[in-house]
């Protein structure tokens, strides 16, 4: 039995393909600066928590949805802060 054959299709308006190429390689990435990053203290005994979760959570997710090793992560999220201009330790 045979394959069918692979439909083909026809870009008829060439600027909005290109356009829509473009588009692909496109990131847009929002930290607010109102965003709890540091914890708040919790008030026990011992060791108090650096990081908010949403922080932790946040690097976790760019970590996932890049693919990339906790090291590259922390160094990837650290280029985000600065070239937002944020002055924000970055969880390791």
Not at 19 to 24: I, P
Not at 54 to 67: D, E, N, P, R, S
Request: with cysteine; glycine share 8%; net charge positive.
């Amino acid at each position: 039995m045979s394959k069918p054959a692979p439909t083909r299709y026809r870009t008829l308006n060439w600027s909005s393909y290109y356009a829509s190429l473009r588009e692909r390689g496109s990131l847009t990435v929002w930290f607010d600066p109102g965003m709890a990053w540091h914890a708040a203290p919790s008030g026990k005994q011992g060791r108090q928590k650096t990081f908010s979760d949403a922080a932790i959570q946040a690097c976790l997710t760019i970590k996932v949805l890049f693919g990339l090793p906790l090291r590259q992560t922390t160094g990837f999220v650290a280029s985000l802060l600065k070239l937002m201009g944020l002055d924000w330790s970055v969880p390791d």
